[in-house]
């Protein structure tokens, strides 16, 4: 697959960590995405792909494209045999200025970017970007889409800074004194996450932690599971344990199986690192 990605100019790379062009073959017909403190946006230019996500039984098909806000649980990726699309993985506040509702609204629901931007201007968009001039161009069209479409957000600065501290922190942070720090109340602190991000705070300090754990595991080697677990600040590893099966459906022995999987099979992919194959 071709993957290529950049990071946006000011005031984008407040909002989006970077805004990336796929294309090609995927590894596998269906993989699962655990969920992560990132929120997603994809333009599809290829034939669609189906996604299930949260609780759904059955999966849905996107054809223009799909908005995901930041997770709570696993969702999966049924990709066409040959796929292309252009996308922005956002930081879990970034969604909120190119929204038409809260945040909330979208927590394991995603949605096509249809019912974001509605049909004419993604049409439009979807026209532009097919016919640019190779991935850097589109890119650029692609972040010039998302400048012009900002908009003002109340609470926007409040989140994005207690958000950042949370991230800083990998999560184990005291959700107390961030709103003391910040000057509100835990129950206001907790308001304008939910509009906003979709989540707590808390939960985006659980999904923070969870992250910086998974991504701690080298799964070419021996894993020291009690170790691991002590150093990430959970409990005990039956703590660990049930987190790990809460966000991903998987006993952490499970995952590094089907990790592994994916190095052995697909060695050096750029899909390599966070999803899973679901077949």
Known sequence: MEYVSRVPRPPLDGLIDDLYYLEGAPPYAR?????????LLVVNLGAPFRIR???????????????????????????????????AHVKPWGLAPFLPMPAAELCDRPVTLEQIWG??????????????????????????????????TAGLGLVSRT?????????AVAIGDLSAAAGVSGT??????????????KRLA???????????IDPAGPIDWSGLAGGAGYFD?????????????????????????????????????WPLPSD
């Open 119 to 152: 049909r004419a201007a993604v049409a439009g968009l979807r026209d532009r970007l097919a016919t640019a001039d190779g991935p850097h161009e589109m890119l650029a069209l692609f972040e010039e889409e998302l400048r012009q479409r900002l908009r003002e």
């Open 163 to 171: 958000g950042s501290v949370i991230a800083a922190a990998g999560g």
């Open 188 to 201: 206001h602190l907790a308001k304008r996450f939910k509009e906003l991000v979709g989540v707590t705070p």
């Open 31 to 39: 993989l699962t995405l655990p969920p992560a403190p990132t929120a």
């Open 206 to 216: 659980r999904a923070h932690r969870f992250t910086a754990t998974v991504f701690a």
């Open 53 to 87: 996500g949260g609780t759904d039984a059955e999966p849905a098909e996107y054809a223009d494209g799909c908005v995901i806000s930041m997770p709570t649980r696993a969702f999966e990726f049924g990709y066409p045999p040959g796929t292309r699309s252009v996308g």
């Open 237 to 273: 590893q039956a703590h660990f344990g049930h987190e790990f099966r809460a966000f991903t459906g998987l006993t952490p022995t499970r995952y590094v199986e089907v990790r592994r999987r994916f190095l052995r099979e697909h060695p050096g992919h750029v899909l390599n690192g």
